[in-house]
């Protein structure tokens, strides 16, 4: 998908924005992709469906003419093109049957013209099986971190089945942030390195790697290893002269430039990545480190303008009859050392075993809000109440432990919390309830669909 909206950003007309609206029908079985930019005549069309023909400029998105081909017939075996140009006075129509297009043996699609509906943009259209009812969510999330540049540089307006796609905000500490700028064997570098106001324990932190406002890369942990304490860490790295690979799904890596890329980012963000270790040990900021950080911060910017320990003693457990969202269950409160901890069942749509967050109290206990999917695998409720402890164990050792011991202090929370009856019969009570309500959504939301 985020192929053809490249090619609808990249046909925005002079001066102005484009608009895309993303439209899909679960049943039916289509999605579409309309836009209000230049549009193509004729021979522009029939260009645009040859393989690996491209007459794109450098600076825009579109590079090598697999894109929109690789994307239409991935996602279905028929798809329509429906072009005009506001000079025209008709539209251009382009139809691909993969049926049709095996019986010939050879690549060539009738185009015809037909009488034009509206001033100027393309269409496309595509029957496709791979269209479910909840895409939307998915869509509207990774659209919104993929050009969240263009959209919040009011290039681009968005649309998921007429709902708005807002650009991705990350919670970065801005006293943390750390400006980028440098030279890679004659190819510029730009960004920035930062902290997470909240770790991310799911994988949620690293650099995004962006080529020319367009993201190719998230997440990517360049420069330091992924590990519990570097959960904080994050940034955005623009890299508009780095080579990429054909369906530029990620840039090429095995050069020396890449290889001195990555020196020269480790060598750079080491104040973050120090400070991220003293949160990661501490839960504060080091005063030095917190001034090494800003040093480096003030000589870049200068330059561009000219140990918590846990014991059976510290576990105690105390049912919270508060109800989460629809289909979850009621959340049970644990304090266990400095943290008090809140879990629930849910229905997680990721397929995660769990998730969880922390949030940062000043005058108590600091929080951590832990969900068990209801829908992990196909595990009775047993089971599930054992994966609970286990999720429970693991976020508080993700927050406390110092990586070299973590598996140490996994292990003795695990024990301290497995053994608890109460909990565990509380924690059955919650998964019964989450289930029984999981069920009754369920039938409300098919019935509000017609089934």
């Known amino acids: 998908m985020a192929e053809l909206v490249d090619n609808s950003v990249d046909a925005r007309q002079p001066d102005r924005h484009v608009t895309v609206h993303v439209r899909y029908d679960a049943r039916r079985g289509w999605i579409q992709v309309e836009d209000d930019g230049v549009g193509m005549s004729r021979i522009e069309l029939a260009e645009a469906l040859v393989l690996a023909l491209s007459r794109k400029k450098a600076e825009q998105i579109g590079k090598f003419g697999l894109g929109m081909k690789a994307a239409c017939t991935s996602l279905g075996t028929r798809f329509e093109i429906v072009t005009c140009r506001e000079e025209d006075h008709y539209a251009t129509i382009a139809t691909y049957d993969e049926a049709e297009f095996l019986a010939a043996g050879e690549w060539k699609l009738p185009i015809v013209r037909r009488r034009k509906t509206r001033p100027t943009g393309t269409t496309i259209t595509i029957e496709s099986s791979r269209v479910y009812p909840t895409l939307s969510q998915s869509l509207v999330r990774n659209l919104g971190s993929t050009f969240r540049h263009f959209i919040r540089d009011g290039l681009l307006i968005l649309m998921v089945n007429d709902v708005p796609v807002e650009p991705e905000v990350r919670d970065i500490d801005p006293q943390s942030v750390l400006p980028l700028e440098g030279v890679i064997d004659g190819s510029a570098v730009r960004g920035w390195a930062g902290l997470l106001r909240v770790s991310s324990q799911r994988g949620w932190y690293g650099f995004d790697l962006v080529r020319h406002r367009r993201v190719i890369r998230r997440y990517e942990k360049l420069g330091f290893q992924a590990h519990p304490q570097n959960a904080r860490v994050a940034g955005e790295l623009h890299l508009d002269d780095f080579p990429t690979n054909n369906l530029k799904t990620d840039f090429i890596r095995e050069t020396e430039q890449w290889r001195a890329l990555e020196t020269w980012l480790a060598e750079s963000i080491e104040p973050v990545l120090s400070v991220a270790r003293s949160l990661a040990h501490s839960g504060a900021f080091d005063s030095r480190l917190k001034r090494l950080i800003s040093a480096e911060r003030d000589r870049i910017l200068s330059a561009v303008a000219d140990g918590?320990?846990?014991?059976?003693?510290?576990?105690?457990?105390?049912?919270?009859?508060?109800?989460?969202?629809?289909?979850?269950?009621?959340?049970?409160?644990?304090?266990?050392?400095?943290?008090?901890?809140?879990?629930?069942?849910?229905?997680?749509?990721?397929?995660?075993?769990?998730?969880?967050?922390?949030?940062?109290?000043?005058?108590?206990?600091?929080?951590?809000?832990?969900?068990?999917?209801?829908?992990?695998?196909?595990?009775?409720?047993?089971?599930?109440?054992?994966?609970?402890?286990?999720?429970?164990?693991?976020?508080?050792?993700?927050?406390?432990?110092?990586?070299?011991?973590?598996?140490?202090?996994?292990?003795?929370?695990?024990?301290?919390?497995?053994?608890?009856?109460?909990?565990?019969?509380?924690?059955?009570?919650?998964?019964?309830?989450?289930?029984?309500?999981?069920?009754?959504?369920?039938?409300q939301v098919l019935a509000a669909d017609g089934h």
Request: net charge negative; charged share 25%.
């Open 308 to 443: 918590t320990t846990f014991g059976a003693e510290d576990f105690h457990f105390r049912p919270l009859a508060r109800f989460g969202g629809t289909g979850s269950s009621e959340a049970i409160s644990i304090v266990i050392g400095r943290f008090r901890i809140e879990h629930r069942f849910e229905g997680i749509s990721d397929g995660a075993f769990m998730s969880h967050r922390r949030v940062e109290r000043p005058e108590e206990e600091d929080l951590l809000e832990i969900a068990t999917n209801l829908q992990f695998l196909d595990l009775n409720g047993e089971e599930l109440v054992t994966l609970a402890c286990h999720n429970i164990a693991e976020a508080l050792a993700l927050e406390i432990s110092n990586g070299s011991d973590y598996v140490e202090t996994k292990s003795k929370i695990w024990h301290a919390v497995a053994s608890q009856r109460p909990l565990r019969t509380a924690l059955r009570k919650t998964l019964n309830a989450a289930r029984d309500r999981s069920v009754v959504y369920a039938q």
